[in-house]
């Protein structure tokens, strides 16, 4: 099973095993991780569950497509690496993911 961790903003880790086909959000919302709010519960129509994908990891983990990058027009100090958890599905090829999660959602 895959490990995904979290960086909260205050910097904690939260080291998470994410079956395969589920998606960071989920597995986020199920373990408690704070800061992600996930208000559309994964229909990409919101910007609650962003995330920055570690540098290491934008690659395999791929850009954003159309509807999600409108969304994240919505999204807190969005960056480069910016993504919505909930359209980054757990592969076996992302274990040991990083995401950081931003100071607020917007």
Known sequence: MPT???VA???TRHEID???????????VRNGVPGIEAECGGACACATCHVYVDEAWT???GPPEAMEEDMLDFGYDVRPNSRL??????????????????????
Not at 18 to 28: I, K
């Open 4 to 6: 995904i961790t979290y």
């Open 9 to 11: 903003f205050d910097g």
């Open 18 to 28: 994410a079956p395969t086909g589920s998606t960071v959000m989920e597995n986020a």
């Open 59 to 61: 690659e395999k983990v």
């Open 85 to 106: 958890s909930c359209q980054i599905q757990v592969t076996d090829e992302l274990d040991g993911l990083v995401v950081s999660v931003p100071e607020r959602q917007g």
